[in-house]
């Protein structure tokens, strides 16, 4: 069925920028609690970061508008979107062999009546625009992360037949161009959402892609995340992570023009009674201000859970990678968190093989693992992007070197976070409950530092913080027993 006719679309997976003041009245009027289905169903499909994930969703919204229905089923999908990531080499040409299997499928659809449209968005996009298309002829419609809220006029066009690609950083602001979800949508994705508060980045890691494909830092503004926090809030949302790629730096106006931190925007957030915890991600060493720190402190409802990649632990290839930032200021900068709040665990990114890193070189990151201690962490071997200055580098690492360099920190790092799991057991902690738990009469959720914890207990729980006595530690989830206020006084 072609785009024509299709009034519904299902997706998974969405996007925004800009600064302008916003009233909540302003904003976009909400979608009708149901949208018209009319058959045609779309399917985003999300990689890489949450920033996508977020993209997604308003993708979804944006497309819910316009009367397509979200289905997970590829099979019953008109429009496929692939809202894909750049960071590494092998996440791009992920994509590329997605893009493969969904031609077959779209001949296959062809040859018997029925219309597909294949849509790549998000970083992949931005970085390599029409090559997409030349490389892969099943491809409609290429949009970039800055540019997706014109999808709807975008299809339309694509629809005629017409094969087109927009990354354009549109001047518009493509949040005052996305329709807020309905009631039943924010209750269908869940306790625990988040809210893009900023965008881009303007550091430049000489590794780094996303300043090419996301564009420079734009911190939306108080009013608008307020009004979009409240929505998501009144329909049953109790934990808010506020995302952007360089969190940290964010700095909204509110109404009279005056710049926010994050930490004041937290602070306001948590004020609204609905909201039982606040999170936020990523960010970076050089934006993590005093106040933000202070913040774990002064923000019962602020997790003491904090996302700091490091990406190495030698001064040299730090300067290197153009971090701005030294292994004793990201040492100084835990001390001062974990001051503030002594339970506050941390977790990084980090990368081994950039470009002239030494045997020492790793070995001091595998000391600053050491003397910091994480509860989860993320590691790469460093791939080379086009465009930027780690690339051009002639003293590019050894494959072998790498991956054994990666084997040997995701070793110690793993071994950190089983450690930091275990030492929960016997503990009593807050859980928030986000679902059914994979067997009958279990729940699912969140201790306050990510790790997943399930409790035999009844489904109406869910969006409730609970205390719960941790009974038990697996390899990627904790086993707890709700308990009672007195049994707790007793303990
Ligand atoms: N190679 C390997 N890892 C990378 N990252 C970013 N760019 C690269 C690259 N070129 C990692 C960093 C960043 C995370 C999101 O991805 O660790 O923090
Ligand atoms: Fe990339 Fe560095 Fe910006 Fe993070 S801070 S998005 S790693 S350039």
């Not at 970085?127 to 099943?138: D, F, I, M």
């Not at 791939?383 to 494959?399: C, Y």
């Not at 390899?475 to 027993?481: D, K």
Request: contains cysteine.
């Amino acid at each position: 069925m072609g785009l024509a006719e299709s009034r519904t679309i299902s997706l998974k997976g969405a996007d925004k920028i800009s600064t302008r003041v916003q009233n909540a009245s302003e904003l976009p009027s909400p979608a009708p609690e149901s949208a018209p289905s009319e058959g045609g169903k779309v399917l985003v499909k999300s990689y890489g970061c949450q920033m996508n994930v977020y993209d997604a969703t308003r993708m979804a919204d944006l497309l819910g508008r316009e009367g397509y229905a979200e289905t997970a089923d590829e099979a019953e999908a008109d429009l496929v979107i692939l809202n894909t990531c750049h960071i590494r080499e092998k996440a791009a040409e992920k994509i590329y062999s997605e893009l493969g299997k969904l031609a077959l499928e779209k001949r296959e659809r062809e040859a018997s009546g029925r219309e597909m449209k294949i849509v790549v968005a998000g970083c992949v996009a931005q970085a390599e625009g029409e090559e997409v298309l030349r490389r892969q002829r099943a491809v409609d419609l290429v949009v970039g992360p800055q540019s997706y809220h014109r999808l709807p006029d975008l299809l339309k066009q694509a629809k005629g037949g017409q094969r087109l690609t927009d990354t354009e950083f549109a001047v518009e602001d493509k949040f005052d161009a996305l329709p807020q979800p309905s009631r039943a949508q924010i209750r269908a994705r869940g306790v625990s959402t988040f809210v893009t508060v900023q965008e881009g980045c303007d550091k430049f890691c000489s590794f780094c892609v996303v300043p090419y494909t996301r564009g420079a830092e734009v911190s939306r503004p108080v009013a608008d995340i307020v009004a979009e926090t409240r929505r998501l809030v009144d329909a049953g949302v109790r934990e808010i992570t506020l995302i952007g790629q360089n969190v940290n730096a964010y700095c909204g106006v509110d109404e009279k023009g005056a710049e926010w931190s994050l930490a004041s925007l937290l602070g306001r957030l948590a004020e609204m009674p609905g909201i039982k915890r606040l999170r936020y991600t990523t960010s970076h060493p050089v934006d993590m201000a005093q106040d933000l720190i202070d913040a774990h402190e002064a923000i019962p409802k602020l997790m003491p859970f904090v996302h700091l990649p490091v990406q190495s632990g030698s001064d040299r290839v730090l300067k290197a990678m153009n971090r701005k930032h030294t292994v004793a200021g990201y040492l100084d900068i835990i001390a001062r968190l974990r001051k503030a709040r002594p339970d506050v665990a941390m977790s990084s990114d980090f990368i081994v093989g950039f470009p002239g890193e030494t045997d020492e070189d790793f070995e001091a990151t595998m000391a600053l693992v050491r003397e910091a201690g994480f509860a989860s962490s993320f590691s790469f071997k460093y791939s080379p992007r086009p465009g930027t200055p780690g690339a051009e580098r002639a003293d590019q690492i050894d494959e072998e070197v790498k991956r054994a360099r990666l084997a040997a920190l995701q070793a110690l790092l793993e071994e950190q976070r089983q450690a930091f799991n275990a030492a929960t057991v016997g503990k009593t902690i807050d859980v928030l409950f986000e679902k059914p738990g994979r067997h009958e009469g279990q729940i699912g959720g969140k201790s306050p530092y990510m790790q997943a914890v399930h409790v035999n207990g009844p489904a109406d729980m869910i969006g409730e913080v609970a205390r719960v006595a941790i009974v038990a530690a697996g390899s990627n989830s904790l086993a707890g027993r709700l308990i009672s206020e007195g049994e707790e006084a007793k303990a």
